[in-house]
């Protein structure tokens, strides 16, 4: 009688070290669940990018966009000129064809006259009438006039085919340009709607100090360090020429508030002016320096909603004031 292999078994029985594997995966899974319950093996949550960052992200964009206005409105003054070029070649051509027109058909007449229906009647008077030693001087003004009425025409052709071949050279160039103004046209639409895209993505915080309302707006890091910073001087009084921690004037205490955020302004506003990047009042941000007069003579930092902080002159401490009490003479972003 035949025996079974040692290391065959009958199908459907399990061995050992078969259990033994399968309590094993059990007991993975059911620790895998608990640390997931627990959180323990959770995904690592998802940053939102800063302001900073998505700051950065619209400058790169813009490096882009600027060339491509740039080279936009290039194209497009380049085209506006050519086109002027054109209309005033075009009103030239149209008397020279004109013209031509006319010495064409005067040369046709004359040639149907002498060919198709024989001498005219001036011609045969000058035959008959004329004495002999006045016949060759009379062919001769009538050869002249022939002559005369072919140099005409193929002068005026001449000047007319110099008109049409700059014309020609100018409408290529103008199909080109209006290509390149079309292509340009829609990059910039398309790196636009990207800045957009970005801007609508930056994030709205808000900021709480204890001397100045609270500010619920698009705010970097640095401007919140700044605004804190400036916002903590309040009630210190104004001395001229110091930059704190006791006493400021307007320009220290800006230059105080971003020093803290790790960016360096010059203690003097029309530095401060010239250090930071232009901003419209429409997209000025709480955290921004705002300056006032033609001469920038005096700053504070913008909180939003027209309002500051800053030091407004001797005798009056460091406080919180609407940005409409002086005329504004713009809005600058540090860093």
């Not at 790169?60 to 380049?78: A, M």
């Not at 000129?81 to 004359?110: D, F, Y």
């Not at 008959?128 to 001087?137: F, R, S, Y």
């Not at 006032?292 to 909603?305: I, M, P, Q, T, W």
Request: proline residues 5%.
């Amino acid at each position: 009688m035949a025996t079974m292999p040692l290391h065959r078994h009958a199908s459907g029985r399990s061995t050992p070290a078969r259990g033994l594997r399968k309590a094993v995966r059990g007991l993975v899974v059911l620790v895998a669940a608990a640390a997931v319950g627990a959180g323990l093996l959770a995904a690592p949550a998802y940053a939102e990018p800063s302001v900073d960052e998505i700051e950065r992200q619209i400058d790169k964009q813009w490096q882009q966009l600027e060339p491509t206005i740039e080279q936009f409105n290039k194209v497009r003054s380049e085209l506006r000129v050519n086109r002027e070029k054109s209309e005033k070649l075009e009103k030239k051509i149209q008397p020279l064809a004109l013209e031509a027109e006319l010495a064409m058909n005067r040369v046709a007449g004359l040639a149907s006259r002498y060919y198709i229906t024989g001498p005219s009647q001036e011609l045969g008077a000058v035959l008959l009438n004329a004495k002999p030693d006045q016949l060759g001087e009379q062919m001769a003004l009538l050869d002249r006039l022939a002559w005369d009425e072919r140099r005409q025409l193929e002068g005026v052709m001449k000047i007319r085919k110099k008109y049409d071949d700059q014309k020609a050279t100018l409408d290529t160039l103008i199909v080109d340009q209006e290509a390149k103004q079309k292509q340009l046209a829609a990059k910039r639409k398309q790196i636009d709607a990207e800045i957009k895209r970005l801007e609508r993505s930056l994030p709205v915080t808000t900021v709480k100090t204890t001397n100045c309302p609270t500010i619920n707006g698009v705010v970097s890091d640095a401007a919140r360090t700044a605004i804190r910073t400036a916002c903590a001087q309040v009630g210190k009084p104004y001395v001229w020429g110091a930059t704190g921690p006791n006493s400021f004037d307007c320009s220290g205490l800006t230059q105080y508030a971003y020093k803290a955020a790790g960016i360096h302004l010059t203690h003097f506003t029309g530095a401060q002016w010239r250090e930071g990047k232009a901003i419209s009042r429409a997209d000025a941000r709480p955290g921004d320096l705002v300056f006032f007069r033609s001469d920038v003579s005096h700053v504070g930092l913008y909180l939003g909603n027209n309002t500051m902080v800053h030091a407004p002159r001797a005798g009056r401490p460091v406080n919180v004031s609407p940005i409409t009490t002086m005329p504004v003479a713009g809005f600058r972003r540090p860093g």
